[in-house]
């Protein structure tokens, strides 16, 4: 543990400045403001109280890659576990992917998760499919549902490969879980087909969550769990990157080869806690 | 079809000097000799004749990434289909990998086909595991089976993951099948494992099979369906390669921007008339 608290230590210590800039948080939402799992999860200590304070004293936006369920239901979802916050501030990448489907004039074969089939109401659903929407579709990962998608990519002349997201794994309370990504990569590896990564860590969908807040990307800080969506990401595109040791956070990537986040906290609170007070 | 045949007055006009130095054949299985199905297949038109014909007037070695079927069941499922051949000239990956795994020591944990458990009979099965294998594991391909292997590689200080051949995907009766490969790629991405590859297109499995025969790699042609598994990989270790248009062959490949196959033929049988006839 010494380790971890040397890192806090340097970063907080050596280079704080940035702090003092923050007029506005994006939160990942999974292993940030809760954990998963089968039945419904839970939430992460102190971070029901980390959104009040954000909602009392800055402004907020909730960037996931979540897409199992719409963003109704996560944001129902949150608020039974104590969160009080906005639908309007949840940012998903389902409800892209779909006006992206449309805009397009797409046929899309959906292989995603039933709790985001509704976000895709008024997509064209007549055959032949065109596209593959491929999300978290957990359960629905089979060896069947795989081939038809791979079979709908196969078959198109320029075969689309459209991933919500590309994360690689999450934590689950059970453990360490395969997200889309890993599915993603396969059927590209399959088809070679053309990938459009719709969700983190593409730079239109953090800039649309930072510009509904009126504020610029140097004003704003990425909190996440994962060091390659979140963190990379965010610095790739010129935000503060933020890593917390909840959710699917691993003790080595504290000395990741190439990502070096701007802040290490134990969690959320104790992040807003570092960067609030140095404003 | 006119650019088909041109393909093959092309190759056999232009450049058929090699094939006078054929001593050996290095014959794909699968979509090559047959088409695979749930219920065991169909021999491809001509090809039994063509195996009985290489034995009668040359050496051959089946090189397969067979990964649903022992050795054995699979010289039996060919022999029912009509073919007659050696089990001891089947290379098959399973096999080998088992070697590899005792080799080093590992504790294996296997998502391979039920058909292919018996050739890792004598492998360590104690826990904790500290490898992957996996195979065409077909309906073994669950969520569930998939997040397990994750997780033990996540669980591994130095993951390793050791797939069965890579192959993209299959002809079956039914259609186009996901094959390994995308599976193992899904698994690599998720855990950044080191990946070792048991079957083609690894140079040492097609020498094992070409030593075999007491030949040199000049000396031997790799005929196959997959333009990437059988054709290119054997040309990048100076095998010469003869794409034929059975199996998985889409007509695209014709024209692949990198792989030239040295002979494209209608099938095996006719791929043996021009090879054969020039020597």
Known sequence: ???????????????????????GFLLDITGVLYNSSGNGGSAITGSVDAVNRLYAESQVRFVSNESTSTRAKLAEKLQRLGFTLDLQHIFTPAPVAAS????????PHLLVHKGILPEFDGCNDSEPKDCVVVGDAEEEFTYANMNTAFRVLMNSTNPLLISLGCGRFYQRVDGPTLDVGGYAMALKYATNAEHVVVGKPNKEYFMHAIEDMNLTKDQVVMIGDDIISDVSAAQEHGIRGVQVRTGKWRPEWETHPDVKPDLIADNLNTALNIILGHR
Chains 1, 2 share one sequence.
């Open 1 to 23: 543990m010494g380790s971890h608290n040397e890192s806090v230590t340097d970063f907080t210590t050596f280079n704080h400045a940035w702090m003092r800039s923050i007029k």
């Open 100 to 107: 992206y489907v449309k805009s397009h004039h797409l046929k």
